[in-house]
């Protein structure tokens, strides 16, 4: 559907196009000094505005007023999309936007409005779907002009400012002469939008089966690069989800060529330069095909959720690497963007000095002066020679193969190694602290939070480091105090800001930290703000038409959305029904199980023809098609049992325990003085319960 109107869009708007480029994003820049204009941004605390706060185009916020101010006017509006972290949106700003003769055009003919794509996912999910529509393709800036009905016209991306200054022209010109044809026009991408946000229900459950998963994976695999891994390509991007997704599935089905698929792709990504190999911490992706330069921004929800997918691996590959990836990650977190209350901010910039990657590379000179002695080693590691010069004569860090096979070809002792390492790390951190520091977006996301709860618990899970849980229940008793109340979530915390309402991705994705937080420390407090949670989503978000779930509650946008398929953050329907198989396994609840396999079917089809997009559903379909346990333990020393049980790989498998007695299914009536037993079930049906977990682990191999 979306190729059909693409190609009729094309027809019209030939002239248009012409001046349409596509550029990935990476950052942009701090604040600026020279004051001479100041717009309504001013009064914003987002990074992003207020970088444009001071532009001679007169900005203004996302707002209904601005639209009705639009049809007051009878003035087109204009609506640019970008986020704080981003290259191209830096680069149009500073050549157009900051252009007094753009401006002028700009402020003459439209109402200007500009999107921080963080704060209002939901804005940006609609005109990034009617840019696809009209292009066939999108990126950020974002920039649409729609009709002061909020029916968009044109859509584009980066443009210089000469072919800026030429679409404002012609599409004012379309509008003044011709406007029966801009509302024609206007009215079929709207009508696409809305066409792209149906799902058709279906009650036939006969599609959920072993073969739509396998014919799932099968059609993916041509896609897979088995040398560098991720998919094939020229820019790869590190898609948690996917990975996953993936190892559960190679485990359960004992698929060794997918197994090995994620362990190449594992490895390559903690080798390779969208590693931060000394402070930490995964930039944003790889702009080529072997994982060795990247865009430089660093966002939390691309580590928060590769702590999830490196500690998971750890239990199945046992590599140490992936340890020490997940311990290096949090310390990068801690240091660079832990809010002194308890939150984590939402990205570092990629460019400081108005150079990307400036903070992160290095020239020769400059590491043989900081090394000394131990530069021609350090050299040899990290690929320092002439063939892999970046850009201005530096070097991004990469590696190529293990640390096993390297300290035996240079003859080194595992001691010494580590020696050498802590060396090098400790040299090259002091003298980067000496730049300049790109800057920290500060906004506080509390879907992306969410989702790096899991990471620590999963780090937990996996390590045993107290630690770690610690920093899950901290952001979790940050979040409640700061983004909660009896209304409902927050979408972003920052002291002094608007208030945002949640959007649906916050309430899924907290709900199922929450869960996981409550299958871990076992406090029915956890479980219990799950519920609540989706109860309130399923108030708010609830789509009778498609029985799936809207992404925002409100009506001011031009079509509804519902966001089914996977980015880079897992689908929030895909989530939602996650935690309806969880709920429904945890109380016994067959309409909550029944809700989330009914969501399910009608994504099947999706998910065969395209499971990169679909993971987060496929694992569902994992835990639908093949066997699915309840580990329940019940007694004083439950808590020390589930941790025994969390350290093991065990994919569709919901362990819980009570250390009290409980009226929960899974636990009434097995409260004993006596001792702590080990309870494994299959839909309810359990087996004569046990008291280690090696007795568990065997009735669970035998089931």
């Not at 050549?95 to 999107?115: G, H, P, Q, R, S």
């Not at 990126?139 to 009709?147: A, D």
């Not at 406007?179 to 809305?194: F, L, S, T, W």
């Not at 568990?696 to 191999?701: H, I, K």
Request: charged share 25%; with cysteine.
């Amino acid at each position: 559907m979306m190729r059909r109107l693409y190609l009729g869009f094309s027809c019209i708007n030939l002239f248009i196009m012409s001046a349409m480029l596509l550029f990935s994003c990476a950052d942009i820049k701090g604040q600026k000094s020279d004051h001479k204009y100041t717009n309504d941004l001013i009064d914003e605390t987002s990074p992003y505005l207020l970088q444009h706060a001071h532009n001679p185009v007169n900005w203004r916020p996302w707002s209904p007023e601005a639209l009705e101010d639009a049809k007051k006017e009878n003035k087109l509006v204009l609506v640019s999309v970008g986020y704080s972290s981003c290259h191209w949106c830096h680069v149009m700003e500073e050549e157009t936007f900051e252009d007094e003769e753009v401006a002028k055009l700009m402020n003459e003919n439209f109402i200007n409005i500009k999107v921080d794509r963080e704060e209002r996912p939901d804005v940006d999910h609609v005109y990034m779907t009617a840019l696809q529509l009209i292009k066939g393709n999108g990126g950020w800036p974002l920039n649409v002009i729609t009709l002061p009905n909020g029916k968009p016209i044109y859509g584009g991306t980066y443009h210089t400012k000469e072919q800026w200054k030429k679409v404002l022209s012609e599409i004012s010109k379309l509008y003044t002469e011709n406007p029966e044809k801009a509302n024609e026009y206007a009215d079929m991408v709207a009508q696409g939008i809305q066409e792209v946000n149906l799902v058709q229900p279906v009650t036939d459950l006969d599609g959920l089966n072993q073969d739509a998963l396998k014919e799932s994976v099968g059609t993916w695999k041509a896609n897979w690069d088995f040398e560098w891994g991720g998919n094939k390509g020229v820019q790869k991007f590190m898609i948690p989800v996917n990975l996953d997704f993936l190892l559960d599935y190679a485990v359960l089905t004992e698929d060794e060529e997918s197994k090995g698929f994620v362990k190449t792709t594992l490895d390559r990504i903690a080798w390779g330069g969208v590693y931060d190999h000394i402070a930490g911490g995964f930039y944003r992706y790889s702009t080529d095909s072997q994982w060795k330069v990247p865009h430089f921004e660093k966002m939390l929800y691309d580590n928060a959720q590769l702590l999830s997918l490196y500690s998971k691996a750890y239990k199945v590959f046992d590599e140490p690497m992936y340890k020490k990836v997940v311990e290096e990650t949090i310390a990068f977190l801690d240091r660079e963007m832990k809010n002194p209350e308890g939150g984590y901010y939402a990205a570092i910039d990629a460019d400081s000095e108005g150079e990307e990657g400036k903070y992160y590379v290095w020239t020769e000179e400059e590491l043989k002066t900081i090394l000394g002695d131990d530069f021609e080693l350090f050299a040899k590691y990290f690929n320092i020679k002439p063939s892999n010069i970046w850009e201005n004569d530096t070097y991004v860090l990469f590696r190529t193969n293990g640390d096993e096979d390297f300290i035996k070809e240079n003859n080194i002792s595992s001691e010494a190694w580590e020696d050498y390492q802590e060396v090098w790390r400790a040299k090259i951190l002091a003298a980067r602290k000496k730049r300049i520091r790109p800057n920290t977006d500060d906004k506080i996301i509390t879907s992306w939070n969410a989702l790096l709860i899991n990471g620590f618990v999963d780090a937990y899970n996996t390590f045993g480091d107290s630690s770690y849980l610690d920093r899950a229940e901290e952001v979790f008793g940050f979040l409640k105090k700061n983004s909660y109340s009896k209304s409902g979530l927050l979408h972003t915390y920052k002291k002094g800001s608007r208030k945002k309402d949640g959007f649906l991705e916050d309430y899924a994705f907290l709900a199922n930290a929450c869960l996981n937080l409550y299958s871990t420390v076992l406090h029915p407090s956890y479980l219990d703000f799950a519920k609540n949670l989706h109860e309130t989503a399923t108030t708010k978000f609830a789509d009778e038409e498609s029985g799936m779930y809207t992404f925002n509650s409100s009506k001011e946008l031009i079509s509804k959305i519902i966001k089914t398929d996977d980015g880079v953050l897992p689908s929030p329907n895909a989530m939602m029904a996650e935690n309806l198989l969880l709920l429904g396994h945890i109380d016994y609840n067959k309409d909550a199980t029944l809700k989330a396999r009914t969501m399910l079917s009608a994504i099947v089809p999706a998910l065969v023809e395209s499971a990169y997009n679909y993971s987060k559903w496929n694992s569902l379909l994992l835990k639908t098609t093949y066997p699915y346990y309840e580990i329940a333990v019940v007694g004083s020393d439950a808590p020390n049992l589930v941790s025994e049980l969390q350290k093991k790989h065990l994919p569709n498998t919901l362990i819980v325990g009570s250390s009290s007695k409980s009226e929960l299914p899974l636990f009434k009536g097995r409260y004993s003085d006596d001792g702590t037993y080990i309870y494994v079930c299959q839909d309810h049906t359990c087996k004569l319960p046990v008291a280690t977990t090696e007795e568990a682990m065997e009735q669970l191999n035998n089931f």
